[in-house]
């Protein structure tokens, strides 16, 4: 079964090929302007309702759902129909509701310091699979209007560049998000930046940077070996000339390996010819890496060195640490189902400590 997303709209139209023409139109405009499942499609006769529900069943099934931050931050793990497992996260903040998106099972990239990386690659998910994140978001979003999508989740979306575009293309096109509403995160994969530079629709472009020196960098986001940090520079002034963005960096403040004088300086070299603004978070803890976040004050000190040195920064809130959402903390591990209870389970009784 493809999924209520997976279809293109001439794909769709062959679905309901036996249907009177304006149903084509119903059923996508249900799908994505009014974000409805097939069931709620209330118009539409019972028959063919009946029929959507079986032929565009989600592909998405909800296998956990915390929340954390007093409600103002949810977290779901989604099991895929092959058993692969991907999380998504929705945040709400005064102004506005943005949700951050899966875009692979797993990763491949290994960054050290992230969870996802940590467990390893497991498969691309499909545009259908990333658009029915956002789907569900929306609709768990409401009355609340969720306005903004960062494809900063699990997976590197460069290395899906197809899909993920494809699914930019649908939420811009037929879900009515603005381009400047969308945030692609990349560890810096040189040519699918330069083929981002090339499209005509211009996204908001976030490089996961860590360090400004490409012996810290080869060790901490091994992807830097191939493309290191001057060929990086390139691509991301290009991207900027081409799409007229500004272009964030993220630094994860890692205690003792990044947060030092001499780490602010090199960021603020390389950031300010590019006009790029410096996204600091604080290192968020994963199993698999054992050395500790820079604590607040480190932090603050991190970021007035940068804007002294006339680089443009500020501190990232951390969202969803509670619930193990937190940048970097989203794990693929498909644990056996009695272990998916133990775990939650735990994580419950730990919530009511
Ligand atoms: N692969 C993409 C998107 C996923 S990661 C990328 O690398 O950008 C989203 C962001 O979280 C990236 O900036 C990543 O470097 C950061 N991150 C990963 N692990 C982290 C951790 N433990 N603490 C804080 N941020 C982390």
Known sequence: MPGPYELSREEMAGLLAHEPSYRVRQVWDGLHTR???????????????????????????????????EGETIKW????????????????????????????????????????????????????????????????????????????????PL?????????????????????????????????GIRRLAGEDLPVN???????????????????????????????????????GRRLSFEWALIAGVNDRASDAAELAAYARPLGAHINLIPLNPTPGYGVLGTPPEGVRRFRRMLTDLGANATVRVTRGSDIDAACGQLATAAPKPQSVRLSSRMHRSNELR
């Open 205 to 243: 472009l976030a490089v996961s940077l860590h360090a400004a020196n490409d012996e810290l960098r080869d060790r901490l986001l091994p992807i830097n070996r191939r493309y290191p940090l001057t060929v990086l520079a390139e691509a991301c002034q290009g991207y900027v000339q081409a799409s």
């Open 35 to 69: 974000v409805l499942q097939p069931a709620e499609m209330t118009e539409l006769p019972v028959a063919l309702r009946t029929h959507l529900e079986e032929v565009l069943a989600p592909s998405l099934t909800e296998a956990d759902r915390r929340e954390g931050d």
């Open 77 to 156: 793990r989604f099991d895929l129909h092959d058993g692969a497992r991907i999380e998504t996260v929705l945040m709400h903040y005064p102004d506005r509701s943005t949700v951050c998106v899966s875009t692979q099972a797993g990763c491949a990239m290994d960054c050290q310091f992230c969870a996802t990386g940590q467990a390893g690659f497991t498969r691309q998910l499909t545009t259908g699979e990333i658009v029915e994140q956002v789907a569900e978001a929306m609709r768990a979003a409401r009355p609340r209007r969720l306005s903004r999508v960062v494809f900063m989740g699990m997976g590197e």
């Open 159 to 191: 290395a899906n560049y197809d899909r993920v575009w494809g699914a930019i293309v649908r939420l811009h096109g037929d879900m009515g998000l603005s381009a400047r509403h969308l945030t692609l995160s990349t560890v810096g994969l040189v040519p």
